[in-house]
């Protein structure tokens, strides 16, 4: 096909923004008033290939013969204020340290109502969403600013174009760091408990709230030793923390400083993302157990401790965590026991187990709670009075 007014060949897109369906769909659009080439072009936006909405938008309209108005009565020449949010997102973005980002957008209800109102008109075959097209050119505008990779799955910057309020919001990823911990002191809580001023999370989060500038933190842990119990074995956690303006951080300084403390040490530590959370927190690791025990009455027939190697034992939900957990029998099984005399009365007992065993209701039997246990097998009450985590196998 010829054009008729120059005698060139017309391209590909031409020829099918010549058809007459197209052309009675944007004749009808641009009856609706004052339309941009954004506008006209996106309700098109499947029909051809290799072009921006905008450039789309003018080939119609060179076709049509129509010139461009100002004052997009669909959009309200939003695209026309593009430098200026990307300039706004750009010397915010300018104070954080980061690597990829990505745009989304919060629409105002008049410009969903105008998109709506357009769509049952023309229908929406062809056409992209208006979101889209801003997140994408918003997106190329930003990057010729910050030079930064733009990430669609997980950016360390989110930036969000909010025209409800007519501004530009940032959200900031976390930031999450993988590693190991011990625990040296008793008393202290894994994480966030009113009873307690401080938790082994505050001791771990320290130098990390210190060093990026963030205003939050989470510990994302494999399970968690009691209260008073220690943890030499390397329990596996993540930390995240919220809203980082820094993520440059030297991690060796990070786990000098925890280990400066004296109250806990962190290994191993290595830059993670969300995904680690999940696979921490599922983990199921057997544990060895150093327990200092001691007996109602002395002891003459340790020996029988050893019937409980490869023993499962029936665990009704303990009374002291029934506030907190299900009340079911949990079936877990001690991998291996062996003992240590100090007294007639007290004993070192080291015990290997499934992942899931109470060490303490093993030993007490918890009213019966616990079958069978260290306390039933020799009729002689007995209480934990020191719990340590020697080993936590991985």
């Known amino acids: 096909m010829k054009n008729i007014n120059t005698g060139k060949k ?5 020829c099918t923004f010549a058809k007459s369906e197209i052309i009675e769909l944007a ?20 029909v051809s290939t290799g072009m921006t909405n905008k450039e789309r938008g003018a080939a119609i309209r060179t076709h049509l013969k129509k010139k461009e108005n100002i004052k997009c009565e669909v959009c309200g020449d939003i695209f026309r204020k593009l430098d ?14 980061y690597s990829t980002f990505l745009v989304g957008t919060i629409l ?38 910050v030079k930064k990779e733009h990430d669609p799955k997980m950016p360390d910057v989110t930036v969000i174009l909010n025209l409800d309020k007519d501004r530009i919001e940032l959200n900031v990823s976390s930031l999450f760091i993988r590693g190991e911990y011990n625990k040296f002191k008793r008393g202290l809580p894994q994480t966030k408990w009113d009873k307690y001023d401080e938790t082994l999370e505050d001791v771990i989060a320290a130098p990390f709230m210190l060093a990026t500038g963030g205003d939050g933190h989470s510990l994302h842990a494999s399970g968690r030793e009691d209260i008073d119990a220690l943890c030499f074995g390397g329990r596996p956690f993540v930390l995240e923390i919220k809203n980082p303006v820094k993520r440059n951080i030297d991690l060796k300084k990070m786990a000098a400083s925890v280990k400066k403390t004296g109250k806990a040490e962190i290994l191993g530590l290595k830059f993670a993302d969300r995904r680690e959370v999940v696979k921490v927190k599922s983990m199921q690791n057997d544990k060895s157990y150093r ?12 020996e029988k401790l050893g019937e409980l190697n490869n023993t499962v034992i029936n665990q009704r939900t303990p009374h002291r965590v029934e ?66 985590v020697v080993k936590i196998w991985k």
């Open 291 to 302: 327990a200092l025990v001691e007996f109602a009455k002395p002891v003459k027939d340790i």
């Open 108 to 145: 105002s209800s008049e410009l969903i109502s105008e998109e709506e109102s357009l769509w049952e008109d023309v229908g929406i075959e062809y056409c992209e969403s208006i979101k889209s097209e801003l997140n994408r050119e918003l997106g190329k505008v930003i990057y010729d600013r």
């Open 323 to 388: 506030h907190r957990r299900a009340d079911k029998v949990r079936k877990r099984k001690v991998l291996g026991i062996s003992w240590k005399r100090i007294n007639n009365k007290s004993f070192e007992l080291l015990i290997k187990g499934e992942a899931g065993l109470y060490i303490k209701e093993l030993v007490s039997g918890d009213d019966g709670r616990s079958k069978p246990s260290v306390s039933g097998l020799l009729k002689n009450p007995a209480v934990v009075k020191e719990l340590d």
């Open 27 to 46: 004749t009808n659009i641009l009856k609706r008033g004052n339309v941009c080439n954004h506008c006209l072009g996106r309700q098109f936006a499947h």
């Open 10 to 14: 017309r391209s590909k897109n031409e």
């Open 84 to 97: 200026k949010y990307a300039d706004a997102a750009a010397a915010r973005m300018k104070k954080l340290e």
